[in-house]
């Protein structure tokens, strides 16, 4: 599967911003999708994950009850919003993809899109 990720950019603090990540082919509901983020100089750390029905999805602590996952199978499509963001949001934000199931590990997903600037100023 091959992802695609837009819809970054440059924010205020508390603003928001909605990711989206768009893949190829046919059998995107078979997929578990994951949001990381990596900021300069830092590993690439876990945001949030969804399974490939929709169903279920998790967070990491740092991003709960400001960013919310969901997925759209009819257009290939998952999603970030994220609000309330801070600069400590500030980094490349990646999509990945998972046949194993859902992890909040980099190691757990197979492929990876290109990633997209998030910038939040104080």
């Known amino acids: 599967v091959q992802l695609q990720a837009c819809g970054g950019g440059l924010v205020q603090a508390g603003g928001s911003l909605r990711l989206s990540c768009a893949a190829s082919?046919?059998?995107?509901?078979?997929?578990?999708m994951g949001w990381f983020r990596q900021a300069p100089g830092k590993e690439r750390e876990f945001v949030a994950a969804?399974?490939?029905?929709?169903?279920?999805?998790t967070y990491a602590d740092s991003v709960k009850g400001r960013f919310t996952i969901s997925r759209d199978n009819a257009k290939n499509t998952v999603y970030l919003q994220m609000n309330s963001l801070k600069p400590e949001d500030t980094a490349v934000y990646y999509c990945?993809?998972?046949?194993?199931?859902?992890?909040?590990?980099?190691?757990?997903?197979?492929?990876w899109g290109q990633g997209t600037q998030v910038t939040v100023s104080s």
């Open positions: 969804i399974s490939g029905s929709g169903s279920t999805t």
């Open positions: 990945a993809a998972s046949r194993r199931g859902m992890f909040t590990i980099t190691g757990g997903y197979d492929w």
């Open positions: 082919g046919r059998t995107f509901s078979m997929y578990n």
